[in-house]
């Protein structure tokens, strides 16, 4: 039996030999591979269509945009930067300038407050499920939907728009319209135009004798729906002066003027006051016949019909004229973003620790404080998401307000995107100026976008 030597060539080498081992030559094979193990020239293969639908959708149209923009509106002469003068020295494009800074500070602020309300009221309730369901809604349908529903919401007519029918009803509330506003006398009524849109009587009052106010224009369909057919010979007494209010128009004509007909209706509700020396001594209202009374102190004093009976009705809101145009369509735009806002939110919401907020809650804070001073600092990253999501959003918009704004308003609505189409496609189309534009809109979402991609990095190394 043979022993082999310590050192020699067939010894074998001890258990416990902990010594670095050469590494093997490296495979020619391999060294193409990428660090998932695919080979480089297949994954460029694969990229490539990508990365040509890339250079000719995205950076062709921009190099391009930015190419143009330093030509004339013939695209044959070098223009340097008069386009982009323009742009600061152009009304319209100012205004689209200002009204994309208004867009900016407030859509996504009130959209994102919106959203963190809602995902907070809803946590604790049991049917928070179907409400964010109903407020995500309006996200499932398009802008151009959105901003046709907008533009009959808006509508000035109240029996169309909801927002005018809404706020006609509250002020008729408070404050009860006319129910007369185109009433008028004739020349031979025994009324005559007074201060103010009042009308007053030819004649004093005199106790004994019936008064006669007499108007017309007023159409049959806006009388009141319990009126009568006037009284013709109101009674008379020694202590009180009795008159009739009706419309002065039979149907189908053969009326006479200054006499109540049988077919003609009482003036329900107008007001009739009797003035001495510029201050009311009486006031009496019209019933259902058109018949009112005085008391007898009246005698001698004006008639006068007061301004009130001829009040132009409230006609709601002008939502879509020059000062209202760009908040009415910045809350359409929060209707359809603030359910996008609300489910990002909840998101976040459901993933911070329960113990911190139950541990506050347990030191005496009460929900306020735990809102403020727990809930919003640690969602302060989803709200950074959102808040940037729809800032980038806010800067292209052009459905709503191409929509909803009217042609008489819609110089005052102007956006940058909006302006684009219009400088690029309009009646007068400049592509210079539009190409400018574009740049311009780049400019203006790159740094947004940065702050994006640094605060993701800066989110990925915690």
Not at 36 to 53: D, E, N, S, Y
Not at 122 to 127: D, G, V
Not at 378 to 403: E, Q, S, Y
Request: hydrophobic share 50%; proline share 8%; net charge neutral.
């Amino acid at each position: 039996m043979t022993t082999a030597t310590a050192g020699g060539a067939g010894a074998a080498p001890p258990a416990d030999d902990t010594s670095p081992r050469p590494s093997p030559p490296p495979d020619p094979g391999k060294s193409r591979r990428s660090v998932t193990g695919t080979r480089k020239i297949i994954a460029a293969a694969f990229l490539l269509p990508a990365l040509v639908l890339l250079g000719a959708l995205v950076l062709y149209p921009i190099g391009y945009s930015v190419y143009r923009s330093f030509f004339d509106q013939a695209g044959t002469g070098f223009a340097g930067i008069d386009n982009y003068k323009a742009l600061f020295t152009d009304a319209t494009i100012l205004t689209a300038v200002k009204n994309n800074a208004i867009w900016v500070v407030f859509a996504p602020t009130v959209a994102t407050a919106l959203g963190l309300i809602f995902a907070v009221l809803t946590e604790r309730i049991r049917w928070g499920t179907a409400f964010k369901l109903i407020v995500f809604m309006p996200m499932a349908i398009s802008m151009l939907a959105a901003g046709i529903i907008f533009r009959l919401v808006y509508d000035q007519a109240p029996e169309r728009g909801v927002a005018n029918a809404v706020a006609v009803g509250v002020h008729d509330t408070f404050n009860q319209s006319s129910g007369f506003p185109k009433a008028r006398p004739l020349p031979v009524h025994p009324l005559e135009k007074g201060d103010g849109g009042a009308f007053v009587g030819k004649e004093p009052i005199r106790a004994g004798l019936p008064l006669l106010v007499p108007l017309v224009g007023v159409a049959p369909a806006k009388m009141p729906g319990d009126a009568r057919p006037a009284e013709g010979t109101p009674t008379a007494s020694g202590d009180r002066i009795s008159g009739t209010a009706w419309l002065d128009f039979t149907r189908g004509g053969g009326g006479k003027p200054n006499v109540v007909d049988p077919k003609e209706l009482g003036l329900e509700g107008l007001t009739v006051e009797a003035v001495k020396d510029g201050e009311v001594v009486a006031m009496a209202t019209a019933g259902p016949d058109g018949v009112f009374t005085l008391p007898a102190s009246a005698d001698g004093a004006q008639l006068r019909l007061p301004t009130d009976n001829f009040r132009e009705p409230y006609n709601g809101v002008d939502w879509l004229g020059p000062s209202l145009v760009t908040p009415g369509i910045i809350g359409s735009y929060v209707w359809m973003w603030a359910g996008f806002a609300m489910v990002l939110i909840a998101a976040g919401l459901a993933g911070l620790p329960r113990e911190l907020l139950e541990a506050a809650r347990v030191d005496g804070a009460n929900e306020w404080q735990v809102f403020r001073r727990i809930t919003v600092p640690m969602l302060a990253p989803v709200l950074a998401v959102v808040l940037v999501t729809l800032m980038i959003n806010v800067l292209k918009v052009f459905d709503l307000v191409f929509i909803i704004a009217p042609g008489s308003s819609q110089d005052d609505a102007n956006v940058l995107a909006l302006q684009l189409y219009r400088s690029s496609f309009g009646t007068d189309a400049d592509l210079g100026i539009g190409s400018a534009i574009a740049v311009l809109l780049l400019l203006l979402v790159i740094p947004v976008m940065l702050f994006n991609v640094r605060r993701i990095r800066k989110e990925g190394r915690r």
